[in-house]
């Protein structure tokens, strides 16, 4: 008998008609632990583990450091910071004085990073290892190890949960980075949907892989994890070995993964995943296989999601248990409304095809308890955005049972393991060499990762140099959105406005990949 035959029982699902119980603030998200159980462990990483209570001083000094540097209510705070506690406590401590958050992800070139910080133009730059800014507001770690070390205690700062409190990056199909904005309010939103409908409580050990600069993963780790008083382990590895071992050695109950992590766990049948009651596969499709195959090789089905950075994050997730629909992304989260539209903005009945646009929720007792997004970080302030139900760009239906299905992409995404790449983006890079008259971007089916990056280029001259190329990217580009695939052709077609049409362009591509692929 394998081991994940001994699965430790589950707690049952709670109805999603229990009322909506959202902390007033996120200074205020762990006063329920600090009441009832001040030395459980709150927070767990590579470097150890914080109690409730230590997570409340480690927030309470970093607070005050920020205040220390000149931070105030409304300014930025950036972070290009590795997994792991001082990343947690920062983003706890700037919540508590008001400051906006904005997360660097350590593994973009500088150009990107410097992109990111020149949208929101922080005040201070907490700056690990990998940071690439150059930027006179960066904090280096000794540094902010010092103003950690000095106790300081901010002053005391009327929150408003309405305020901006966080930017999540994202991108348009033109490829340039998008600055969402949130409120406090609908920072923890989905922590207390997600406790109330999935019964957590105080034996909850989350375990999140993907970076914590993502400002989704801050949402859905110890914002969540906190208000069922529980731990959040914050994982400093993505490889399979990686996760395996922090799953298994730190007795996680609940792990979110991308479909690609979700495959080569599936296919090592002898890692011990015993003490997993719930395993998530998001930021891209989880084919029906795949589900198959996991709870075939480990004892237990993975539940699909499909979320988005304007809800922030969860919008739908299959149920507690095994229960799922084939092709679905599970059911709509009880503080939403959503729905399929036509291309004049008419909302179909359910089961009907359309762009799906995302609301809240108008009856039941989640009713208002969702509020749209506060729009885009511009030119240092918020734009709002447009009134109505949020346009995902996605194409598909939701049933009248909730079941929701994403058949299509409007946009033009490639979807690598779970990381969104923007062919624009790509092609910009690859078309500032000056042997290529031509580019196009796409991508190419791929059993693993979903998909892969294929490039196809048009030279007037001799051959191009695909190594050349393949190096380009690299300097400019982070290394998942280089392509694999590279396809040289005499011309690519075009349109009477001169541009490549997307449609059969995978047909063009040579399908193997470049030594030194992964």
Request: overall charge negative.
């Amino acid at each position: 008998m394998s081991s994940h035959d001994a699965r430790p029982p589950r707690a049952p699902q709670t109805s999603p008609a229990r009322s909506a119980t959202v902390p007033a603030t996120i200074a205020a998200v762990l006063d329920g632990a600090l009441a009832a159980r001040p030395g459980a462990p709150a927070v767990e990483a590579a470097s150890g583990t914080w109690s409730y209570a230590e997570l409340d001083d480690r927030a309470r000094r970093a607070a005050g450091a920020l205040w220390s540097l000149g931070v105030r209510p409304g300014d930025r705070v950036a972070a290009c910071l590795p997994n792991d506690l001082d990343i947690i406590a920062a983003f706890h401590g700037a919540q508590r004085i008001g400051a906006i958050w904005a997360g660097i992800g350590e593994a973009l070139a500088a150009a990107e990073q410097e992109d990111l910080y020149g949208i929101c133009e922080p005040s201070v730059v907490l700056a690990g290892p990998r940071c690439r800014l150059t930027s006179k507001d960066c904090v280096d770690p000794d540094r902010w190890a010092d103003l950690l070390g000095r106790g300081e205690t901010a002053p005391a700062v009327d929150l408003d949960a309405a305020a901006p409190a966080g930017i999540a990056f994202t991108s348009g199909t033109s490829g340039r980075p998008k600055a969402v904005v949130h409120s406090q309010r609908n920072l923890l939103l989905p922590g207390a949907a997600l406790v109330a409908t999935r019964g957590f409580g105080p034996e909850l050990r989350k375990g999140d892989s993907f970076p914590l600069t993502v400002l989704n993963l801050m949402v859905l780790s110890t914002l969540l994890t906190a208000q069922a008083g529980g731990c959040a382990v914050i994982m400093d590895r993505r490889d399979v070995e990686g996760v395996a071992e922090w799953i298994s050695t730190r007795r996680v109950t609940a792990w979110n993964g991308a479909p690609a992590q979700v495959h080569d766990l599936a296919a090592r049948p002898h890692l011990d995943l015993s003490s997993l009651q719930e395993v998530w596969s998001g930021a891209s499709d989880t084919p029906d296989e795949l589900r198959r195959a996991f709870a075939e090789a480990h004892g237990i089905v993975p539940r699909a999601t499909y979320g988005l950075t304007e809800a922030p994050t969860v919008v739908s997730i299959d149920p507690v248990g095994e229960e799922w629909r084939p092709r679905s992304s599970g059911r709509v989260m009880p503080q939403y409304d959503v729905a399929a539209y036509d291309d004049e903005g008419r909302r179909l009945p359910p089961g009907t095809l359309g762009e799906l646009r995302l609301d809240g929720a108008a009856g039941g007792p989640w009713a208002g308890a969702w509020t749209p997004l506060l729009g885009y970080w511009e030119d240092g302030r918020v734009r709002p955005a447009e009134p109505g139900p949020v346009p995902t760009g996605d194409v598909g239906t939701v049933d009248a049972d909730g079941w929701l299905t994403v058949l299509d992409r409007k946009k033009l995404v490639i979807i690598r393991g779970g990381a969104n790449i923007y062919p624009l983006e790509v092609e910009r890079v690859i078309a500032t060499h000056p042997d290529v008259v031509r580019v196009a971007v796409c991508p190419v089916p791929d059993e693993r990762l979903g998909q892969r990056v294929a490039a196809l280029v048009e030279s007037a001259g001799p051959p191009l140099d695909l190594d050349e190329l393949t190096e380009l990217c690299r300097r400019e580009l982070a290394s998942y959105k280089v392509p694999e695939i590279w396809t040289q052709v005499d011309a690519l077609p075009v349109n009477a406005m001169g541009k490549v049409p997307r449609a059969g362009l995978s047909d063009l591509v040579d399908p193997r990949p470049r030594p030194g692929t992964v």
